[in-house]
């Protein structure tokens, strides 16, 4: 059975073809992505309206690019997955219209996924996949969850963010320091190059006794360090700040990870999201989870930010499982705003 899956929730638009095998994780036939981040640059975060224009760009032709890299023509997909929330509705709307147009016109089922179910089961892509129950950290730039899941479709929240979410945190306190946008990627750069003691920045909710996170307080500290180097920082003082910035952030989710990790007895640990792919937090968590004899499993690098092949993916497992949900009406809607809890 063959998933062509669509994502275009937020600045990525996502094209890729999963085959599902009765017994078999389902395999990546082909993916194809268009990253907006130049585009939004200039603004300094994503612009909405622009971002779904983009999308109507981009999608069809980098339909055909996954279906020629994998030698399958549209009458073969058994069936069109999208990615149904949450996310910006405008955007939202450009995957899941093309994906139910495409469904009627192939006269094929269709299948809305939610974004981080995606997230939370593309470890499933990497060759090591991990077996269940697993507890996951989902890290991007709008979430920061704590998650055990039992099985696919089985999630029960532990923790999560009161305020910002990691990748927020890393993204404004990368925008402080002058470095653009994303921020992410930018301010882990130079923390290599930077001394992670030299500022003793805050670790809020760290011994909260729960598994919540909060990282407002942060952004307000890292302005504070920042305006106190006066008008003309050295290159070598922002780099401190932001090895300092880095740590903080990655002390707290490894923490709480552990923790959560300990609570469960569970002896695997999945992160997913954008912020996965920061070096730093891989290094700590899995030195820390091997301590605890528990090893920690990542998608493909280039598959922790938003990308098609999560969708297709969640879609073919959810099919496997008996637990998709599929439209073959023509009607769909988009949920901007839509729980992880909802679907579990
Ligand atoms: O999952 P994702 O692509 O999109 C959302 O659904 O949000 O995550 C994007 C987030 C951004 O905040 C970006 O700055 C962050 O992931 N990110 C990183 C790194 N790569 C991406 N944060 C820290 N270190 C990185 N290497
Ligand atoms: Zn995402």
């Known amino acids: 059975m063959k998933v062509l899956g669509f994502e275009s929730s937020c600045d990525e638009t996502g094209v890729a073809l999963v085959e599902a095998r009765p017994g078999h994780t389902p395999s990546l036939l082909a993916d194809a992505l268009h990253s907006q981040v130049a585009m939004h640059e200039a603004y300094g975060g994503v612009v909405p309206e622009l971002a779904s224009r983009d999308h109507i760009r981009r999608v069809l032709p980098l339909a055909r690019q996954v279906l020629a890299q994998a030698g399958c023509s549209l009458a073969e997909v058994d069936v069109v997955a999208y990615t149904r929330g949450p996310g910006l509705a405008g955007a939202l709307l450009v995957g899941a219209g093309v994906a139910v147009a495409l469904g009627a016109a192939l006269g094929k089922p269709t299948l809305g996924i939610h ?24 890290v991007s730039g709008g979430h920061t969850q704590l998650m055990q899941v039992d099985a696919v479709g089985s999630y029960t929240l532990l923790g999560e963010t ?17 470095l653009g946008y994303p921020g992410g990627p930018a301010l882990a750069r130079l923390a290599a190059q930077g001394d992670p003691k030299a500022f003793a920045l805050p670790r809020p909710l760290l011994h909260s006794g729960n598994l919540d996170f909060s990282f407002a307080g942060l952004k307000t500290a890292v302005m504070t360090a920042h305006r106190k180097l006066g008008e003309a920082p050295s290159p070598r003082q922002i780099a401190d700040l932001a090895a300092s910035t ?86 769909f809607d988009v949920r901007p705003r839509w729980p992880l809890a909802d679907i579990s």
């Open 246 to 331: 880095q740590a903080a952030i990655v002390d707290v989710l490894v923490t709480k990870t552990l923790r959560a990790l300990k609570d469960s007895g569970t002896r695997r640990v999945v992160v997913a999201g954008g912020v996965g792919a920061n070096l730093q937090l891989r290094a700590a968590l899995d030195a820390g989870a091997a301590r605890l004899g528990a090893r920690v499993h990542y998608p493909p690098l280039h598959l922790c930010t938003d990308n098609g092949a999560m969708i297709a993916l969640a879609a073919a497992l959810r099919l496997q499982h008996g637990l998709a949900d599929l439209r073959q009406d023509g009607a």
């Open 162 to 178: 009161i305020d910002d979410a990691a990748g927020e945190a890393f993204d404004k306190s990368a925008k402080l320091l002058g």
């Open 115 to 138: 974004h981080l179910e995606g997230h939370l089961l593309s470890p499933f892509l990497a060759p090591d996949a991990p077996e269940f129950p697993f507890i996951a950290l989902l």
